[in-house]
């Protein structure tokens, strides 16, 4: 049996705030920044001139990997608000990106290897791109708040069809709760 999906709209709970669990992206953060310390500790400590090279060349790619996540936990999505006139993009490591309503131009849901959220919006008469992993929470209910706050916004196909699928839902489940 299909899990049941639960999506509303938020229009009279402006503002609302969706994000990911501060304590999962510390947690996350502080394990590589711990890596990060520790790899560079060891080659600093036990690396010498006659240690084999696979153990020279070892912590500097656990360095690598553990500040590429450092990296992505900082300027991944964290946060996304709805607000009366605006939707705002938080993250940690980089400033937030505010957009108003009405200067999205388009919504599109792409899927590559994984699925991407692709917002086009003007910004002083310069079309700019918003490019994000779809994997947020409640993703299906920030969609379709979106498309319902920016109308004039122009859906791709399959987000057309998912959020015609998610305002149908909506409706059940407003006229069940009536």
Known sequence: MP???KVKSIRNELPATYRYSPWMRLIMLF???AICIYAIFFFVKFVTGTTPMFFKVLPLIILFVALDSVFKQLT????????EDRI???FLGKPKLIIPYENITSIDLTKQISFSIILKYKDKDREKIFKTSASFPKILEILLNLADFAPQAQLNDLLG???NNLRNLVGKSETEQV
Do not use: D, N
């Open 3 to 5: 899990r049941e999906i």
């Open 31 to 33: 394990v590589a920044l």
């Open 76 to 83: 991944s999505l964290y946060s996304v608000t709805f607000y």
């Open 88 to 90: 705002c993009f938080g």
């Open 161 to 163: 069809k998912v959020v």
